[in-house]
């Protein structure tokens, strides 16, 4: 039995560990930066239709 929840317990710890670095890995301090105020919205390809 508690073979089985050590088990558990390293696979939850994989998993969490598993998702800390897809979500971090590829961000300067691990946020976003926010979009200024007097930043343009993206505007589309066509226009005046």
């Known amino acids: ?13 994989l998993f969490v560990l598993l998702v800390w ?3 971090f890995s590829g961000r300067k301090k691990g ?11 993206p505007t589309q390809g066509r226009t005046g239709r």
């Open 1 to 13: 039995m508690t073979l089985i929840l050590l088990e558990a317990l390293g696979a939850l710890l």
């Open 31 to 41: 946020e976003l930066p926010r979009p200024t105020e007097d930043a343009q919205p």
């Open 21 to 23: 670095w897809t979500m």
